[in-house]
């Protein structure tokens, strides 16, 4: 069993950029393939960026291409998302998962955090 927990998140202006981490614990986070995703009010979540579990292979959705980066440290047990040149279509809440089907991003399974709130205003 993993447990997520994200921060990081908060409010900032359009251009603007935040870090979010997301520390996981009780069990061997780093054997995942693991992302983030969002979901922004009335919307589905939807899928942001993925990580392998080594951490030489990302992907990212056409919509954060070129602004987000994805990494990780496992000696940290920790993900993050390093989100660039924010853009009000960016406010949303962030969650991570662990247990990722590579390719199949929003396919069952896994673990997910609790989310953590990112305002980006125009």
């Known amino acids: 069993q993993v447990q997520l927990v994200e921060s990081g998140g908060g409010l900032v202006q359009a251009g603007g950029s935040l870090r979010l981490s997301c520390a996981a614990s009780g069990g061997t986070f780093r054997s995942y393939n693991s992302g983030w995703f969002r979901q922004a009010p009335g919307t589905e979540r939807e899928f942001v960026a993925a990580?392998?579990?080594?951490?030489?292979?990302?992907y990212y959705a056409d919509s954060v291409k070129g602004r987000f980066t994805i990494s990780r440290d496992n000696a940290k047990n920790t993900m993050y998302l390093q989100m660039n040149v924010l853009e009000p279509e960016d406010t949303a809440v962030y969650y991570c998962?662990?247990?990722?089907?590579?390719?199949?991003?929003?396919?069952?399974?896994?673990?997910w955090g609790q989310g953590t709130q990112v305002t980006v205003s125009s």
């Open positions: 990580i392998n579990w080594i951490g030489d292979s990302t």
């Open positions: 998962k662990a247990g990722l089907q590579w390719g199949r991003w929003s396919g069952p399974g896994g673990y």
